[in-house]
């Protein structure tokens, strides 16, 4: 495309854009949805495809061999601007988005609310024309800023500059309804759940900035600390690291494999209630 979109893009901007030339359109909505009525011009993707899983960690980054196949089958080249879309408010497609900025691909947005947006603003929906995109050589390095491992966390609880921001369930992170071997959450965490930075009366868009905003500061997740986000494997997380990078926060960065490796460990810290 001649102009970079936004990280956070609007259906309504999208749909006025009379320039597609250079822009990838990913959908991981269900199949079935998919297949009755969708934004035109979207390629579906299953999630299953952006990552991976080893043993009981689960959300891992992607092979890179893979992450590049994918990017060739897809015909993503350097200068492709991708934007995803859910229906579920954002997190499948934040997830691309994350993973796109490890590997050093700038060019992604998110479709502010997804599909849900697209549908209540009137937008033109169709069933999906067969795309036969033309392959890319795109084979990106993994540069990996963005992502963090247990073992720096560890090194890192109780700095000055650093902070966590827990997206899951109030129960998970009290500990009350354990998925991994414990349950709890990382000492120190800040419980955000990622379904609060959802507006329900506004075709699941982000809530305004201001509002998002103040209850980021009341937490103590101020914009001159690091922030490391994390849910379950990585997956609702990835929204509330959408939502930061949007807010202008400069050093967000997104565990993954997240609480299915840190709560299945033996050496990791976990504080409950």
């Given at each position: ?46 999630y299953s495809e952006i990552q991976r899983k080893q043993g009981q960690r689960g959300g891992l980054l992607p092979d890179t061999a ?14 492709t601007q991708v934007v995803a879309y859910d229906e579920e408010g954002g997190g499948y497609a934040g997830r691309l988005i994350w ?13 502010n609310g997804g599909f849900v947006a697209w549908q209540q603003a009137g937008l033109p929906c169709s069933a999906p024309q067969a ?143």
């Amino acid at each position: 495309m001649s102009n970079e979109l936004p990280l956070l893009i609007e259906p309504a901007a999208l749909a006025a854009s009379d320039d597609r030339n250079g822009l990838c359109l990913i959908s991981f909505c269900e199949r079935a949805s998919h297949e009755q009525h969708g934004i035109p011009g979207s390629q579906r993707l299953d999630y299953s495809e952006i990552q991976r899983k080893q043993g009981q960690r689960g959300g891992l980054l992607p092979d890179t061999a893979d992450f590049h196949a994918l990017l060739q089958r897809l015909g993503i080249g350097p200068e492709t601007q991708v934007v995803a879309y859910d229906e579920e408010g954002g997190g499948y497609a934040g997830r691309l988005i994350w993973t796109l900025h490890a590997f050093g691909h700038r060019k992604a947005s998110l479709l502010n609310g997804g599909f849900v947006a697209w549908q209540q603003a009137g937008l033109p929906c169709s069933a999906p024309q067969a795309l036969t995109p033309v392959r890319s050589d795109y084979a990106p390095p993994l540069i990996g800023d963005n992502v963090i491992e247990a073992e720096e966390i560890m090194a890192r609880l109780g700095a000055a500059d650093f902070a966590l921001l827990d997206a899951r369930s109030a129960d998970e992170y009290s500990g009350a309804r354990a998925i991994s071997r414990r349950g709890g959450h990382v000492p120190g965490a800040k419980h955000f759940e990622w379904t609060d930075a959802m507006d329900r009366q506004n075709g699941l868009r982000l809530k305004p900035a201001e509002q998002l905003q103040a209850r980021l500061d009341a937490l103590g997740l101020t914009r001159d600390k690091e922030i490391v986000v994390y849910c379950q494997t990585h997956h609702r997380s990835a929204l509330s690291y959408v939502m930061l990078k949007r807010l202008g926060y400069p050093r967000v960065r997104g565990y993954h494999g997240a609480w299915s490796d840190w709560g299945n460990r033996d050496d990791t810290p976990v504080e409950c209630g």
